[in-house]
C-alpha cells in the first residue's frame, strides 16, 4: 500500500519552502493533484500520486543519499551562524536532508548526507563498527611500534579507543581506520604518540570510498551504493 503524508509535508520536504510558506501555496489554489485543486494543507498524498505547483510535477522522494568530498571550511551541520555548511553543497532542494556524522571544520573528505534516520541510527551506532577510514599527514616522528600501538586500545584520558589499523605510508603520512568517531579521535591519537596532524581527509565511510569526486563535489548514492550501506553490519 502507498504511503500517505501530509500535503505541506510533501511540499516543504520536496523544498518549497517551511510549513506556513507551502500553506499559503496550497491556500492560493496553487496546487493540483489529478486534475483538482487541492487548498487544504492535511490533504494526504499518497507517494506514486503526482502534485503539481503552479502547473509543474512534483514527485515525492521518500529517501535521498549523497556523498560529498568535503571542504576544509565547512561546517557538518544543517546550519552555522560563522561558517558555510555542507548542505550548500549539496544538489538538492529539500529541506529534511543532514550529514551523516560529522567531519571537523579543517577536515576534508568523504561525507555521507540523507534523511534516512534508521539507516543513520544503524550506521553511527557504536555496536556497528562501522568502519572509517582517514589519509593524514602529520608532523613528527611515529615510534618504530607505531602499528603495534594503534592496534591496541588507547587511552585519551576521556576514553579508551577501540584497536584502529594504521598503515605508514612515509614518514609523514599515514592511513587510520578507526571503528569509532568521537570528537577529534584521529588527531589525538596522532597527538598520543607525539606527532600533530596537519592535514586529515576521510577516504572510506563503511563500503563508500571517496573517489571519482573533486573537492566540494557531491552525486547521489547509486542503487547498488544504498544496497551496500543497508546491508554492510547485516
Not at 553511527?124 to 594503534?150: D, M, R
Request: charged share 30%.
Amino acid at each position: 500500500m502507498a504511503l500517505a503524508v501530509r500535503l505541506d509535508k510533501f511540499l516543504s520536504h520536496m523544498g518549497y519552502g517551511t510549513r506556513n510558506e507551502v500553506k499559503n501555496i496550497i491556500k492560493n489554489g496553487w496546487v493540483t493533484i489529478e486534475g483538482k485543486t487541492i487548498k487544504k494543507a492535511d490533504f494526504q498524498v499518497k507517494e506514486d500520486q503526482t502534485v503539481y505547483v503552479d502547473d509543474v510535477p512534483v514527485s515525492y522522494v521518500r529517501y535521498e543519499y549523497y556523498i560529498l568530498n568535503k571542504p576544509a571550511g565547512y561546517v557538518s551541520a544543517t546550519e552555522d551562524t560563522l561558517h558555510p555548511t555542507v548542505m550548500e553543497l549539496i544538489p538538492s532542494i529539500r529541506n529534511d536532508l543532514y550529514p551523516v556524522g560529522r567531519l571537523d571544520l579543517d577536515t576534508e573528505g568523504l561525507l555521507l548526507v540523507c534523511n534516512d534516520g534508521q539507516l543513520t541510527h544503524e550506521l553511527l551506532s557504536p555496536k556497528k563498527h562501522v568502519l572509517k577510514k582517514y589519509y593524514a599527514e602529520f608532523e613528527g616522528t611515529l615510534p618504530e611500534n607505531a602499528v603495534e600501538i594503534f592496534a591496541q586500545p588507547m587511552d585519551l584520558d576521556d576514553f579508551i579507543t577501540k584497536p584502529a589499523k594504521l598503515e605508514v605510508l612515509d614518514q609523514d603520512k599515514a592511513y587510520l581506520t578507526i571503528s569509532e568517531g568521537k570528537f577529534h579521535q584521529v588527531k589525538r591519537m596522532f597527538l598520543k604518540v607525539g606527532c600533530e596532524v596537519t592535514y586529515l581527509q576521510r577516504v572510506c565511510f563503511g563500503p563508500l570510498e571517496l573517489k571519482d569526486l573533486e573537492i566540494g563535489q557531491a552525486r547521489a548514492l547509486t542503487p547498488e551504493e544504498i544496497e551496500l550501506l543497508k546491508t554492510h553490519n547485516d
